[in-house]
C-alpha cells in the first residue's frame, strides 16, 4: 500500500467522561485531609509518624505483590495509598512502628491482593486490618491507656467507653460543638466530625462515594441510638452523641463506602448502610465491644453479594444480530 | 469530550451541544469522486459465477446484484466501470464483497426505475428502494406480513454531535410531507409519528405525522428508549420490532423515498455530519460510497497518521483503519478525532464503583457483566445479567473508572452468545 497513513481501531464510544481510578483517589484523600491535619495538630509529631508510615508500607506492600504476583505495577492508582490513610486515621497516635508495619501487611496483602487487587477484595481492607488489631492485640486499641500521655483541655475519656462502663450520665460533659470541633480523644482521623462531614459531603456530590450507602447508615444509627435512648434515657446515650464519636462518620463516608465490598443497586444500597448502621448501635449499646462500626460494616461486606442480587429487572429486550 | 460535571450523583447526561451557527444550514459538496466502492452483504464469501465482474460498465442507479437469486442488491451512485471486485470483512464479522468503481466523465442515469415505477407501490419500492441514503428500516416496514401499528420517523438522530436527521426535518419538510403520504398509502399502517427535538416541533406538525418530541439528551435518543417513551413499551426479548407492530425509519430515508417517486430517479447521495478534532460540526452532502478522504478534503480537515476516524458519532461509531474506506447508504456521521484524544482502555479489572449500573438505561448490572464476559462466559452473561436486554448506548464504558472497554466487550459478547445459540440450533 502507497499509503501508510492508518487510523487507531478501538470500540465505540470514543468519548470518556475523564474519570480514573487515580483521580477517585486522590480526590478520597484530599477529602479526609481535614480531619488528617486536625489530628496531626492535635498528636504532634506521633501522628504524622503513623500516618507517613503506613501510607508508605500499604504502598510498598502492594508493590512488592505486584511483583511476586507478576502484575504490572498498580500503586501509581492511589488504591493502596487510600487504605494505608484509611487505616492510620483509624488508629491512635501512639501505635507502635511494628503494629502499622503489620497492620498495612493485612491490609494490603491479605485484605486485597490475594484475593487479585483492587476491586476483588470481598472485604474493606483497612477494616480487615484493624480487625485483626483489635482481636490480637486489645490494649493498643484502648483509646484510653493508648493515649494516656496526652494532656488537652476537653475531656480525655474516650467517650464511647465511658458510657459503655457508666451510662449516659458519664458523658453529659461532652457537647455536640466540641465534638464536632474533635474535642474527643479517638483514631487520628476520627475526632474532627465537622472535617469528616465535609469531606464525605465532598465526596458525595462528587460522585465518588456513593451517597444512598452514608446517609442510610447514618439515618440508621440515628433512629437506632434513638429508640435506644428512649427506652432507657440513663444507660443509652442520646443519638447524636453515637452520630459523632468512635467510627461512625468516617464509617459512614469513608469506610462502609469501600467500592468492592459495597453494593451498587440502590434498594441494596440502602439495606446495606441500614443494616450496618443498626449492627453499630446494637454491638455498642448491648454487644461485647466499644465501638461497632468495624465489625458491622464488615458483617455487611460479608452479606453484600447476597444483597447485591436484590435488582430491577432488566429492559425487556435484546436487539437481533445476524 | 463531554466531561464528567464537578457535582455528578445522578446517571451522566449528555446534552447535544446545540448549534446555532449560520454554518450550520448550509450544506458542502463533495464532488463526484474518481472512484466508490459499495459493500454489498455476500456470506458466502463467492468469488465466482457473480453477476457483475471487473470491467462491466454500470449506469447511475444501476442495481448491482451478485446473483440473480440473491435479495441483497445496491444501487450504484455513478457511472463508471467496475475496477475490482474483493472481499471485505466488517464489524463483528460480517463478510462483504466490495465492489469498486472507476467513475467516468459523464454521468448517465439508469432509466429502469423511471419506466417502471410511476407510482409508489410496495412492490416497485421493494423492488428498487432497498438501499435508500439514511436507510435502516424501510425494507422490513414494507417486508412485513400483517400492516405495522406504528411507523416512528427519526427526525432527532441517535448519536451525540449529529444533526442529520434534524437537518433534514429542518430544510426538507415539504419532501417529507410527500413521503409520509406515500408510506402510509402502500404500508397502510395505524399511525406514523415524528420524533424531533422541541426546536423543531411546529415544524414538524405541518408533514402531517404525529409529532412527538424528544429531549435531545443521550440516550433519549436511541431507538429503544424513544418507542418506550412514546408508545410505552419495549419489546419482548425474542421478537424484531417489526414482529410487535412498530417500524423505525429515518427522516432522510422517507425523504429519499419520496424524491424517487417525484423525481424519477433512486436518491444516491448522502447527508452526513462530519464531526471535526475540534467537535465542531459541518455537514455535507456525497455520493454513496464516496470514501472518507474525499469528504474530508471538500471539508479541509487534516488527519494524520494515528489519529481516529469513526463512521457515526462518538457513542456508537464504528472505527476505520483507514481513510480510504466509503460511507455507506446508512452512514449518518463521520468523526475525526485528534490523537491526542483517543480513549484508550485498560487491562485493570472492575473495581466496582458502580457508575456504570447507574448510567445503564437498560438496567443491566454492568458491574457483573463485565466479571461473567471478562471470563468468557457468554451463555451465563445472557442467561444471568442480562447481556441481551443491552440496548448498544456505550455508556457504560465512557463513564467506566476503571476505563475498561465494556461496550467491547458486550458486542463481542453477543457475537459469541449468537454462534453458541446457532451452533446448538443445528445439533438439535
Ligand atoms: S451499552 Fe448496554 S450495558 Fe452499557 S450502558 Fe448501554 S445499555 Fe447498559
Ligand atoms: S464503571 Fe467500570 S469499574 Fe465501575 S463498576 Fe462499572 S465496570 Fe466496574
Given at each position: 500500500?502507497?499509503?501508510?497513513?492508518?487510523?487507531i481501531?478501538s470500540?465505540?464510544p470514543?468519548?470518556?467522561?475523564?474519570?480514573?481510578?487515580?483521580?477517585?483517589?486522590?480526590?478520597?484523600?484530599?477529602?479526609a485531609?481535614?480531619?488528617?491535619?486536625?489530628?496531626i495538630?492535635?498528636?504532634?509529631?506521633?501522628?504524622?509518624?503513623v500516618?507517613?508510615?503506613?501510607v508508605?508500607?500499604?504502598?510498598?506492600?502492594?508493590?512488592?505483590?505486584?511483583?511476586a504476583?507478576k502484575?504490572?505495577?498498580?500503586?501509581g492508582?492511589?488504591?493502596?495509598?487510600v487504605i494505608?490513610?484509611?487505616f492510620a486515621?483509624?488508629?491512635?497516635?501512639?501505635?507502635?512502628?511494628?503494629a502499622?508495619v503489620a497492620?498495612?501487611?493485612?491490609?494490603?496483602?491479605?485484605g486485597?491482593?490475594i484475593?487479585?487487587?483492587?476491586?476483588?477484595?470481598?472485604?474493606?481492607?483497612?477494616?480487615?486490618a484493624i480487625?485483626i488489631?483489635?482481636?490480637?492485640?486489645k490494649?493498643?486499641?484502648?483509646f484510653?491507656s493508648?493515649?494516656v500521655?496526652?494532656?488537652?483541655?476537653?475531656n480525655?475519656v474516650?467517650?464511647?467507653?465511658?458510657?459503655?462502663?457508666?451510662g449516659?450520665?458519664?458523658?453529659s460533659?461532652?457537647?455536640?460543638?466540641?465534638l464536632l470541633?474533635?474535642?474527643?480523644?479517638?483514631g487520628?482521623?476520627t475526632?474532627?466530625?465537622?472535617?469528616?462531614?465535609?469531606g464525605?459531603?465532598?465526596l458525595?456530590?462528587?460522585?465518588?462515594?456513593?451517597w444512598?450507602?452514608?446517609?442510610?447508615?447514618?439515618?440508621?444509627?440515628?433512629?437506632?441510638a434513638?429508640?435506644?435512648?428512649?427506652?432507657?434515657p440513663?444507660?443509652?446515650a442520646n443519638?447524636?452523641?453515637?452520630l459523632?464519636?468512635?467510627?461512625?462518620?468516617i464509617?459512614?463516608?469513608f469506610?462502609?463506602?469501600e467500592?468492592?465490598?459495597?453494593?451498587?443497586?440502590?434498594?441494596?444500597m440502602?439495606?446495606?448502610?441500614?443494616?450496618a448502621?443498626?449492627?453499630t448501635?446494637?454491638i455498642?449499646?448491648?454487644?461485647?465491644?466499644?465501638?461497632?462500626?468495624?465489625?458491622?460494616?464488615?458483617?455487611?461486606?460479608v452479606?453484600?453479594p447476597?444483597l447485591?442480587?436484590?435488582?430491577?429487572?432488566?429492559?425487556?429486550?435484546?436487539?437481533?444480530?445476524? | 469530550?463531554?466531561?464528567?460535571?464537578f457535582?455528578?450523583?445522578?446517571k451522566?447526561?449528555?446534552?447535544y451541544p446545540?448549534?446555532?451557527t449560520e454554518?450550520?444550514d448550509?450544506?458542502?459538496?463533495?464532488?463526484?469522486?474518481?472512484r466508490v466502492t459499495?459493500?454489498?452483504?455476500d456470506?458466502?464469501?463467492?468469488?465466482?459465477g457473480?453477476?457483475i465482474?471487473?470491467?462491466?460498465?454500470?449506469?447511475?442507479?444501476?442495481?448491482?446484484?451478485?446473483?440473480?437469486?440473491?435479495?441483497?442488491?445496491?444501487?450504484?451512485?455513478?457511472?463508471?466501470?467496475?475496477?475490482?471486485?474483493s472481499?471485505?470483512?466488517?464489524y463483528?464479522?460480517?463478510?462483504?464483497?466490495a465492489?469498486s468503481?472507476?467513475?467516468?466523465?459523464e454521468e448517465?442515469?439508469d432509466?429502469?426505475?423511471?419506466?417502471?415505477?410511476?407510482?409508489?407501490?410496495l412492490?416497485?419500492?421493494?423492488?428498487?428502494?432497498?438501499?435508500?441514503?439514511g436507510?435502516?428500516?424501510?425494507?422490513?416496514?414494507?417486508?412485513t406480513?400483517?400492516?405495522?401499528n406504528?411507523?416512528?420517523?427519526?427526525?432527532?438522530?441517535?448519536?451525540?454531535?449529529?444533526?442529520?436527521?434534524?437537518?433534514i426535518?429542518?430544510?426538507?419538510?415539504?419532501?417529507?410531507?410527500?413521503?409520509?403520504?406515500y408510506?402510509?398509502?402502500?404500508?397502510g399502517?395505524?399511525?406514523?409519528?415524528?420524533?424531533v427535538?422541541?426546536?423543531?416541533?411546529?415544524?414538524?406538525?405541518?408533514?402531517?405525522?404525529?409529532?412527538k418530541v424528544i429531549e435531545?439528551?443521550?440516550?433519549?435518543t436511541?431507538?429503544?428508549?424513544?418507542?418506550?417513551?412514546?408508545?410505552g413499551?419495549?419489546?419482548?426479548?425474542?421478537k424484531?420490532w417489526?414482529?410487535?407492530?412498530?417500524?423505525?425509519?429515518?427522516a432522510?430515508?422517507?425523504?429519499?423515498f419520496?424524491?424517487?417517486?417525484?423525481?424519477?430517479?433512486?436518491?444516491?447521495?448522502?447527508?452526513?455530519?462530519?464531526?471535526?478534532?475540534?467537535h465542531?460540526?459541518?455537514?455535507?452532502?456525497a455520493?454513496?460510497?464516496?470514501?472518507?478522504?474525499?469528504?474530508l478534503?471538500?471539508?479541509?480537515?487534516?488527519?494524520h497518521h494515528?489519529?481516529q476516524?469513526?463512521?457515526?458519532?462518538p457513542?456508537?461509531?464504528?472505527?476505520?483503519?483507514?481513510?480510504?474506506?466509503?460511507?455507506?447508504?446508512?452512514?449518518?456521521?463521520i468523526?475525526?478525532?485528534?490523537?491526542?484524544?483517543?480513549?484508550?482502555?485498560?487491562d485493570?479489572h472492575c473495581i466496582?464503583?458502580?457508575?456504570?449500573?447507574?448510567?445503564?438505561?437498560?438496567?443491566?448490572?454492568?458491574n457483573m457483566?463485565?466479571?461473567v464476559?471478562e471470563?468468557?462466559?457468554?451463555?451465563e452473561a445472557a442467561r444471568?445479567?442480562?447481556?441481551l436486554?443491552?440496548?448498544e448506548?456505550?455508556?457504560?464504558?465512557y463513564?467506566?473508572?476503571?476505563?475498561?472497554?465494556?461496550?467491547h466487550?458486550?458486542?463481542?459478547?453477543?457475537?459469541?452468545?449468537?454462534?453458541i445459540?446457532?451452533a446448538?440450533?443445528?445439533?438439535?
Open positions: 500500500m502507497p499509503d501508510q497513513k492508518l487510523f481501531g470500540h465505540a470514543y468519548w470518556h467522561n475523564g474519570s480514573s481510578i487515580s483521580a477517585k483517589s486522590y480526590h478520597t484523600m484530599l477529602a485531609l481535614p480531619a488528617v491535619v486536625l489530628g495538630w492535635q498528636y504532634g509529631a506521633p501522628a504524622l509518624g500516618l507517613a508510615l503506613s508508605s508500607c500499604a504502598m510498598i506492600w502492594e508493590l512488592i505483590m505486584n511483583i504476583m502484575r504490572p505495577a498498580s500503586i492508582d492511589g488504591n493502596a495509598a494505608g490513610l484509611l486515621m483509624l488508629l491512635p497516635a501512639t501505635t507502635p512502628w511494628w502499622v497492620g498495612t501487611f493485612v491490609a494490603v496483602v491479605i486485597k491482593q484475593f487479585g487487587g483492587i476491586g476483588c477484595n470481598p472485604l474493606n481492607p483497612a477494616l480487615v480487625a488489631l483489635m482481636l490480637s492485640w490494649s493498643m486499641l484502648d484510653n493508648a493515649l500521655n496526652y494532656e488537652f483541655s476537653f480525655m474516650y467517650p464511647l467507653a465511658a458510657i459503655k462502663g457508666f449516659a450520665s458519664a458523658v460533659d461532652y457537647s455536640t460543638a466540641g470541633m474533635g474535642q474527643q480523644p479517638g487520628i482521623g475526632t474532627f466530625g465537622l472535617g469528616l462531614i465535609i464525605g459531603l465532598y458525595m456530590l462528587r460522585g465518588h462515594i456513593r444512598e450507602i452514608s446517609l442510610s447508615f447514618l439515618a440508621s444509627v440515628f433512629v437506632t434513638l429508640l435506644f435512648n428512649l427506652s432507657d440513663d444507660k443509652y443519638p447524636v452523641f453515637h459523632l464519636t468512635g467510627y461512625t462518620l464509617g459512614a463516608f469506610l462502609a463506602t467500592d468492592s465490598s459495597s453494593p451498587v443497586n440502590f434498594v441494596p440502602l439495606l446495606y448502610g441500614a443494616l448502621g443498626i449492627l448501635v446494637l455498642r449499646n448491648i454487644g461485647a465491644f466499644v465501638d461497632g462500626v468495624v465489625f458491622a460494616i464488615l458483617m455487611m461486606n452479606a453484600n447476597l447485591d442480587k436484590i435488582r430491577p429487572k432488566a429492559m425487556g429486550k435484546g436487539i437481533k444480530h445476524a | 469530550m463531554i466531561k464528567r460535571p457535582f455528578s450523583l445522578g451522566p447526561k449528555l446534552k446545540v448549534n446555532d454554518e450550520q448550509v450544506i458542502r459538496v463533495t464532488p463526484i469522486p474518481g459499495f459493500f454489498l452483504e456470506p458466502y464469501e463467492r468469488n465466482e457473480l453477476l465482474k471487473p470491467g462491466d460498465k454500470i449506469k447511475t442507479g444501476q442495481k448491482l446484484k451478485l446473483t440473480e437469486d440473491d435479495k441483497d442488491y445496491v444501487i450504484s451512485s455513478v457511472t463508471g466501470t467496475i475496477a475490482g471486485i472481499q471485505y470483512k466488517g463483528l464479522g460480517k463478510t462483504y464483497a465492489i468503481i472507476d467513475t467516468a466523465d448517465q442515469w432509466d429502469k426505475f423511471k419506466e417502471g415505477c410511476q407510482k409508489p407501490t412492490e416497485n419500492s421493494l423492488e428498487f428502494l432497498g438501499c435508500l441514503p436507510d435502516t428500516g424501510f425494507i422490513p416496514i414494507l417486508d406480513h400483517s400492516p405495522l406504528t411507523i416512528i420517523i427519526n427526525g432527532v438522530d441517535k448519536d451525540i454531535l449529529v444533526s442529520t436527521n434534524r437537518l426535518v429542518q430544510t426538507e419538510t415539504d419532501n417529507l410531507k410527500t413521503g409520509i403520504e408510506l402510509r398509502e402502500i404500508t399502517a395505524g399511525e406514523i409519528m415524528i420524533t427535538p422541541p426546536e423543531l416541533a411546529s415544524q414538524a406538525g405541518e408533514t402531517g405525522a404525529d409529532v435531545p439528551i443521550y440516550p433519549n436511541l431507538p429503544e428508549i424513544i418507542m418506550k417513551s412514546i408508545l413499551k419495549t419489546p419482548p426479548a425474542d424484531t417489526e414482529e410487535a407492530g412498530v417500524g423505525l425509519i429515518n432522510e430515508a422517507v425523504v429519499a419520496s424524491n424517487a417517486f417525484t423525481k424519477g430517479q433512486i436518491p444516491v447521495s448522502k447527508l452526513l455530519t462530519v464531526i471535526n478534532k475540534d465542531t460540526t459541518v455537514h455535507v452532502r455520493r454513496v460510497g464516496t470514501h472518507v478522504k474525499e469528504i478534503a471538500t471539508l479541509d480537515i487534516e488527519t494515528g489519529d476516524l469513526v463512521l457515526g458519532g457513542m456508537t461509531g464504528h472505527a476505520l483503519y483507514s481513510e480510504d474506506l466509503p460511507i455507506l447508504s446508512d452512514t449518518d456521521a468523526m475525526a478525532n485528534d490523537k491526542d484524544n483517543v480513549v484508550f482502555p485498560s485493570c466496582n464503583c458502580g457508575e456504570c449500573v447507574r448510567a445503564c438505561p437498560a438496567r443491566i448490572p454492568v457483566l463485565i466479571r464476559l471470563n468468557d462466559l457468554y451463555e444471568e445479567y442480562d447481556l436486554s443491552c440496548i448506548c456505550g455508556l457504560c464504558s463513564v467506566c473508572t476503571a476505563r475498561i472497554p465494556i461496550f466487550y458486550i458486542m463481542l459478547g453477543k457475537y459469541e452468545f449468537a454462534r445459540e446457532t446448538e440450533e443445528s445439533n438439535a
